[in-house]
Structures are given as structure tokens and as C-alpha cells.
T-cell receptor, first 112, second 113 residues
Framework: SQQGEEDPQALSIQEGENATMNCSYK?????LQWYRQNSGRGLVHLIL?????REKHSGRLRVTLDTSKKSSSLLITASRAADTASYFC????????????FGKGTRLSVIA | DTAVSQTPKYLVTQMGNDKSIKCEQN?????MYWYKQDSKKFLKIMFS???????INETVPNRFSPKSPDKAHLNLHINSLELGDSAVYFC????????????FGPGTRLLVL
């Protein structure tokens, strides 16, 4: 069954605003990853947060993980038009031979 | 230099045909994957190979057969194509296990008429 569920499904903001996307999952995980997909392109890895971590930063990205609530959030600060893309969370379980399970994604539109 | 490359980028074909998609990675990774992304953007794992050995085989029709001639290549052959096979197929790789960061190819857009 699908592991990650992103929320909202779509988000439209003005350039300069912050964008927050949430991801919920169902079972225990080894790590949770966020990926970006520009229209017509492949997925690009953004950030990986391990199950024993609570927060991680990378440039304008901030990811939090709450394993007690089985949820994660991705915050993009000071958004730019180039941030327009779909964002997916993916969960990795503890066994190395189980697949990453992707959510359905959040479509972010940043309007200049 | 493209890290994970796929050919062809677009594939339009008739129902019943057989087609192949090729994937190559130059990252020195041990593990490669095939994913299918449907029209609603849902991305689902199909297969995973580690060092030429099949390690993940999700519920995929027998018409789909992956082949890994070496650890840098993972090809996907599809027999008797059906309308429902229309999707974007992504190849990906990771260093060793599926829990690690994955690097995706640009995708192959398959349209079955």
C-alpha cells in the first residue's frame, strides 16, 4: 500500500513567500527523502532525513521529521519562480531490499 | 556528463508490439531501478537490480522483463504492449541499497496507440 501522502496536492504562492508541504506515512522508516520533479523531467533528490533526526537544512530548504506522528514537512523559504515543480516524499523502510515508496506529490506553482 | 541516461526519450508504438528501453549509469552504483509514473504522477517501483541480480520485483505483468548485462546497465523489454502501458518510465540508481539517495534518468515517455 502507498506509504507517503503529501498534502496539499497543489499549492500556489507568490514569489518571495514560503511554501510548506507535508508528508504522512504509515509504518516505521529508516529515512525519509524529498525529491523535486520539474515538468517533463526526472526526479532530483533534495534532502534525506534519517529516522533519528528531527530537522535538517539545505540552503532554502528545511525538512522536519516527527516519527511519533509519522509525518514530515518540507519548507521552501523565499520561493522563486524556478521552484515551480512537483515535490515528492519517499520513505525507506529498515530493510535494504525494500523499495522506496513515493507519495503522489505536491504541485507547487510560484507566481512571479 | 549525464549520470543516468535513458533511450529513447519518446516512444510511440502500436498495441501488440514489443519494445525496449535502455538505461545506463556512470556513477559506479551497484543498484538500479525501473519505475513507472502514471498520468496522475504516481511513481511506482517495478524492478530493482543489485550487481546484476534481481532483488525487487513488484507485481508487474510477465510481459515486462528487465535485463542487466552489467551493473551499469538495466534495460526493460516489454512484450505485447497494451494501452495501459502508456506512462513515463524512469530508470534510477543508488550506491548500494534502496534506502539511499536515488538518482533518476530523464524518463522515457511511452505512448501505446
Amino acid at each position: 500500500s502507498q506509504q507517503g501522502e503529501e498534502d496539499p496536492q497543489a499549492l500556489s504562492i507568490q514569489e518571495g513567500e514560503n511554501a510548506t508541504m507535508n508528508c504522512s506515512y504509515k509504518t516505521s522508516i529508516n529515512n525519509l527523502q524529498w525529491y523535486r520533479q520539474n515538468s517533463g523531467r526526472g526526479l532530483v533528490h533534495l534532502i534525506l532525513i534519517r529516522s533519528n533526526e528531527r530537522e535538517k537544512h539545505s540552503g532554502r530548504l528545511r525538512v522536519t521529521l516527527d516519527t511519533s506522528k509519522k509525518s514530515s514537512s518540507l519548507l521552501i523559504t523565499a520561493s522563486r519562480a524556478a521552484d515551480t515543480a512537483s515535490y515528492f516524499c519517499a520513505t525507506a523502510r529498515n530493510s535494504g531490499n525494500t523499495p522506496l515508496v513515493f507519495g503522489k506529490g505536491t504541485r507547487l506553482s510560484v507566481i512571479a | 556528463d549525464t549520470a543516468v541516461s535513458q533511450t529513447p526519450k519518446y516512444l510511440v508504438t502500436q498495441m501488440g508490439n514489443d519494445k525496449s528501453i535502455k538505461c545506463e549509469q556512470n556513477l559506479g552504483h551497484d543498484t538500479m531501478y525501473w519505475y513507472k509514473q502514471d498520468s496522475k504522477k504516481f511513481l511506482k517501483i517495478m524492478f530493482s537490480y543489485n550487481n546484476k541480480e534481481l532483488i525487487i520485483n513488484e507485481t508487474v505483468p510477465n510481459r515486462f522483463s528487465p535485463k542487466s548485462p552489467d551493473k551499469a546497465h538495466l534495460n526493460l523489454h516489454i512484450n505485447s504492449l497494451e494501452l495501459g502501458d502508456s506512462a513515463v518510465y524512469f530508470c534510477a540508481s543508488s550506491h548500494q541499497t534502496s534506502t539511499e539517495t536515488q538518482y533518476f534518468g530523464p524518463g522515457t515517455r511511452l505512448l501505446v496507440l
